[in-house]
DNA sequence: GTAGAACCTGGAGTGCGCTCCAGGTCAAGC
DNA sequence: GCTTGACCTGGAGCGCACTCCAGGTTCTAC
């Protein structure tokens, strides 16, 4: 991912803390704290030692906002990014981490929608109760 | 749900909080927590003062549960359960709550899919990598 | 009737993922 | 050059959902 292919890289643009927060929905004390836990490699700084989050900071920010909202832990996070920063030869660890979050968020989401089958099945018996009252079909009020 | 059809209930079975645990994967101090909270309406109790959860108190549990793992708060289950304590003229609130539930839950599951395809072209992108230093594509090791 | 396991209570403690704070530095506009 | 707002740091604090603890009571099996 270093390595590779030497594309010619665009300007760089260079974002300040507040518009990766709003590009992100992070805020801006998280996005400190990802830095701080080793989530993100630090981050480039001006002269006057604020952060400035170039492309691939950003691409990497959404990446892992894919794993946190697929229920990755801030520690399981914390190995990838590990292993990422070791470069190349993790490939192999990195891709087996994705695999079993994969099959571990498809078991996850079965579940969410055996679920959510059962809440229709309830929700439809809320709704039968509810006429069953508004048509008086049950007795006194 | 308390009136309506006077079904001859059965000798009530009775359980103890361990079994219940163990039935339900909840910890004793969870069911504990659950009832102090209000999540629970008072369990019956022996003459010394024990737990025994009937059949009703189990199926409530599930229930809880399936909120619980469909993600629902536990302020928000407090405030079905007191919906559910008030009786049957709280139908319609119940209901309301269990379709916004019901449509939050959508959005998340289709969230989860959108980014579980994200996650696979990710593997493959890495799998392609990996096939890449293996088969030595890329030049010097 | 007694040992030991299971249970009770109120309240303190834990781990996670942020979020806030104090006290200071930096930068852009006037 | 000064104000004002954005930014910096280390560290404390928070809300959630439990989990654990101490000290006591009850139940079961012998």
């Not at 803390?17 to 004390?29: C, P, Y």
């Not at 891709?95 to 055996?114: N, P, Q, S, T, V």
């Amino acid at each position: 991912m270093t390595s590779g292919h030497p594309l010619p890289r665009d300007p760089e643009p260079s974002l300040t803390i507040a518009q990766v927060a709003e590009r992100t929905g992070l805020s801006h004390d998280t996005l400190r704290y990802y830095e701080k836990a080793g989530l993100i490699e630090r981050v480039g700084r001006t002269t006057g030692n604020q952060r400035r989050y170039d492309t691939a900071d950003l691409a990497w920010l959404e990446f892992l906002l894919r794993l946190r909202e697929t229920g990755m832990s801030i520690a399981d996070m914390q190995c990838f990014a590990r292993l990422r920063a070791e470069g190349d030869t993790t490939v192999a660890d990195r891709l087996a981490m994705l695999r079993e979050h994969r099959a571990d968020l498809a078991g996850r989401i079965r579940a969410l929608r055996r679920n959510a089958a059962a809440l229709d099945d309830k929700i439809d018996h809320y709704e039968r109760l509810l006429h069953e009252r508004q048509t008086g079909t049950d007795g006194p009020a």
